[in-house]
């Protein structure tokens, strides 16, 4: 891949990042500006900062993360300072002041069994009111309720205006079947030219595969949040329920696909002569992917994908044409396997399938 390739691809990754963020960093300022529009002009607080300050770090987290992030982030930061400013209205600021705030907003995050994230939020918010602002008489517990108010604000943005829930979850799925006819039409290429170096580079390309796989997992776990809260998405949970059921045998094709590539290079390697029939039938399965990809990211039905994948069924020889290339032939029956399961066929009706098309081959 040349330099001028590389930056054409960062560039169209970065218009992605941008597109696909645009509006959900709209809703997070403008819902940092009504937080501190509603401390200042309607509570009556003179420098509400922390109401945009908590507003931001729960939006903020929510463009990208689960909703439990952002609620952890919520009731960190409102712990922090609510214990920060209880501590030091009674005790001061000073060096071991601050070491008391921390210790006390550790614990008492603690209580409700959350994670580090809830834990730091809580401590820095508790260092942030010690020491950015001491209060005084008349600013004790503003700066929490500042807190509370750009937390809920947040929250309830989130909650009304939530981000499409299939919209990642359709993204993720579509990466990462483009990753397996990828890596499928690139092995019966390198099979096909017995390219060594093609071979590799198809093996590389489908072991760095399985980030995107947990990134789809939580994907779908955050499209199901978004569902749960905001009504009038709840009318995705099919489309959700269903992608979730193909991630785990699309997983496993994956991982049928880098044993293959790893058995085709090593095929291509030892000088292998592979059955024309493999190679063709790799094509077959790459096609049946692409028909698979269609359909369940436009949320159709998956008829034309089972079709195409039984189709290429019938079409595996008996035998790949070396050792390599029998390992290479009994892990496309295993996909195909994996593949007509994600496509929503009985798994033990897809055994049977690929086995009495396998006997009757041997048969013949």
């Known amino acids: 891949m040349g330099a001028g390739e590389r930056l054409r691809g960062i560039a169209r990754s970065r218009a992605r990042r941008l597109r696909d963020s645009g509006v959900p960093v709209l809703q997070c300022a403008l819902a940092a500006g009504l937080a ?15 109401a945009p300050i908590a507003c931001v770090l729960v939006l903020g987290v929510s463009l990208t993360n689960r909703l439990r992030r952002s609620v952890e982030l919520a009731v960190g930061v409102s712990v922090g300072v609510g214990v920060g400013d209880l501590i030091v209205a009674l005790i001061g600021p000073g060096w071991w002041q601050i070491s008391v ?15 580090a994230l809830l834990l730091n939020q809580a401590a820095v918010s508790a260092v942030l009111v010690a020491t950015l602002q001491p209060p005084g ?12 108010i750009g937390a809920a604000i947040g929250l309830a943005m989130a909650a009304t205006l939530p981000s499409h ?53 939580d994907a779908v776990d955050a499209g ?16 959700l329920a269903r992608i979730r059921a193909a991630v785990r045998p699309v997983d496993l094709a994956l991982r049928d696909a880098r044993v293959l590539a790893r058995r085709a290079h090593a095929a291509v390697r030892d000088g292998e002569r592979p059955d024309p029939e493999l190679v063709a039938v790799l094509r077959r399965v790459a096609d049946g992917v692409a028909e698979l990809r269609g ?30 290339a029998d390992v290479v032939l009994a892990q496309v029956r295993s996909l195909l396997v994996d593949l007509l399961d994600a496509a929503g066929m009985d798994r033990g009706e897809a055994v049977a399938a690929t086995t009495s098309t396998r006997r009757g081959r041997d048969e013949g």
Request: glycine share 10%.
């Open 101 to 115: 705030v921390v210790g006390l907003a550790l614990l008492a995050a603690l209580l409700f069994d959350v994670g």
């Open 165 to 217: 829930p299939l919209t990642r979850a359709r993204r993720g799925l579509s990466a990462l079947l483009t990753e397996l006819e990828a890596a499928l039409t690139g092995t019966a290429d390198a099979l096909d030219a017995g390219d060594v170096d093609a071979a590799a580079a198809v093996l590389e390309r489908a072991r760095a595969t399985q980030g995107r796989v947990d990134a789809l997992v």
């Open 295 to 324: 359909e369940l990211t436009r949320g159709e039905s998956t008829d034309g994908a089972r079709s195409a994948l039984l189709d290429a069924v019938g079409l595996v020889p008996a035998h790949g044409g070396g050792y390599s």
């Open 36 to 50: 501190y529009l509603v401390a200042r002009d309607v509570v009556g607080h003179t420098q509400p900062f922390f």
């Open 224 to 239: 199901f949040e978004i569902t749960a809260i905001a009504p009038l998405r709840r009318r995705h949970r099919g489309e």
């Open 137 to 148: 008489t008349t600013a004790a517990f503003s700066r929490w309720i500042d807190t509370l």
